[in-house]
């Protein structure tokens, strides 16, 4: 074979074997990135799962039953709480479950809704922000009482399960004006 006809034969096969390799690497792109959307809408179902869990679990909290709620949390030392009763940052899961003790006994016969603001899921990271509205009777009270809250709840993964590290809410619904 001349030469000339060698190098066309080669380059022929280099073509083909090149178009070969990019068709094989887009299939496994496409595998890759089918495989990543599965695995998102797992991480989607299963917070959309907990987020259930969490709304039913503050409706016993707001019951005075804080068992429930406390049961979704990290316990890791660098959980924290910031919550919509005011007081200081707690930190640690010791802390935050003694705060949300106290939180329980705060309420009685309550009830509540929430309306979901925006939602993020990561990896093993998500957060919701949502306002929440409660309305119970303070404990020995006959009273009802309405609290609004704006809250974000921050989740990570722990050993396939998302878990509460950090809640913040405040009752600062309303526009405050500029000082």
């Known amino acids: 074979m001349p030469g000339q006809m060698k190098r066309a034969v080669l380059a022929g096969m280099v073509l083909v074997w090149s ?4 068709g094989s690497a887009s299939l496994t792109a496409v595998s890759v990135a089918s495989q990543s959307q599965e695995l998102l809408s797992g991480r989607e179902a299963a917070f959309d799962k907990t987020l259930a869990q969490v709304e039913a679990a503050q409706v016993e909290l707001v019951r ?12 890791r030392d660098d959980v924290t709480l910031t919550g919509g009763l005011g007081g200081a940052i707690e930190k640690g899961w010791a802390n935050v479950s003694r705060r949300l003790d106290w939180v329980s006994s705060q309420y009685a016969d309550g009830s509540r809704e929430h309306h979901e603001v925006v939602r993020f899921i990561g990896q093993d990271v998500a957060y919701v922000v949502q306002r929440e509205i409660i309305r119970f009777r303070v404990p020995g009270q006959t009273a009802r009482v309405t609290q609004e809250l704006r809250a974000v709840m921050v989740f990570r993964l722990e050993s396939g399960a998302w878990r509460i590290s950090h809640r913040q ?3 600062q ?3 405050q004006p500029g000082r």
């Open 19 to 22: 178009a070969l390799a990019v």
């Open 64 to 75: 005075g039953r804080p068992g429930a709620f406390k049961a979704l949390w990290s316990n």
């Open 169 to 171: 809410a405040d009752s």
């Open 173 to 175: 619904t309303t526009k």
